[in-house]
């Protein structure tokens, strides 16, 4: 009885061995159309054509399983298409919403994009720029948060655009934006700013991606043609360019940086969920 008594003592006197959980855990993507995947497809059967008949949507929760390779993490997305339509309501549901899941990291690529641009005066941006940091500010876990990325070549697509030129920032309020961005992340340690908008504006000048060590083929079309949304090949590219922020401020990861073999897993991933 002795030995029970002292057993038992040690045991519940032992400490907790048990490794914590990765911040790879758990992640809960929330966002606008560009995570959402707005008009991004791939086949769901095997054929070359351009615009697959048989095709299944992918949105940015669907690409970074097949990027963030040797682990898997459960993933939950949040990201809405609609976003635009009323940004302060749609974006503290999406964070309710991740908040829910209990996660691990969250990752908000695109989700200050609408509290910046929007049909709006132009003196309103910034204040309502600080209600979207004010949700991110309701998770106090990792947080990868892209900053806003210039798309006003949108405004002039032909025979119609899907933004408008009143719903684009001036040149100096966006650069006070991201500037804001910058200073609220410099004193949250566990905010890491994507920096989409310098990446972007590489690839809209015909830049290819060069990645997570892979340089990426001339010629592949990572923007759609409204000069605003990803294509499938710029949805790998965001996925891998959120894989870079976590490995380099996070915590180290495999990544597969090849797009070509991300999107023959994506392929192959939608092929399988058809049959």
């Known amino acids: 009885m002795m030995w029970l008594i002292l057993i038992t003592a040690v045991a519940l006197g032992a400490p907790d061995t048990s490794a914590p959980p990765s911040s790879l855990d758990r992640i809960a993507v929330i966002g606008a159309s560009a995570s959402a995947g707005w008009a991004v497809v791939v086949p769901t059967k095997p054929g070359n054509e351009p615009v697959p008949v048989h095709h299944a949507h992918i949105d940015l929760a669907d690409v970074l399983p097949a990027v963030l390779i040797d682990i898997t993490p459960k993933i939950t997305d949040h990201a809405n298409s609609f976003f635009f ?11 309710s919403a991740a908040i829910a899941t209990d996660p691990t990291l969250i990752v908000g690529i695109d989700f200050l994009f609408w509290y910046a641009y929007g049909s709006r005066p132009e003196q309103d941006r910034l204040p309502l720029l600080e209600q979207g940091l004010k949700e991110l500010e309701r998770f106090d876990g990792p947080l ?6 210039d798309v006003s070549a949108a405004a002039t697509v032909q025979p119609i655009a899907i933004i408008s030129t009143r719903q684009i920032p001036q040149p100096h309020t966006l650069d006070s934006i991201n500037a804001r961005i910058e200073s609220w ?16 504006h590489s690839w809209q000048r015909g830049t290819p991606p060069d990645l997570n060590g892979h340089q990426w083929s001339k010629g592949i079309r990572i923007i ?9 090949a710029g949805l790998v590219a965001t996925a891998e360019l959120v ?6 401020s996070i915590q180290p990861v495999s990544i597969q940086a090849d797009p070509t073999v991300v999107l023959t897993t994506l392929r192959g991933n939608t092929q399988e969920r058809a049959q």
Request: neutral net charge; aromatic residues 2%.
């Open 144 to 149: 990868l948060v892209g900053d806003i990325p």
């Open 85 to 95: 339509s009323n940004p302060t309501a749609i974006g503290a549901s999406e964070m």
């Open 243 to 248: 894989a870079k922020s976590i490995n380099d």
């Open 224 to 232: 759609q043609f409204d000069k605003l949304h990803p294509t499938a």
């Open 185 to 200: 992340a410099a004193t949250r340690p566990n905010v890491h700013v994507v920096p989409l908008a310098r990446t972007l």
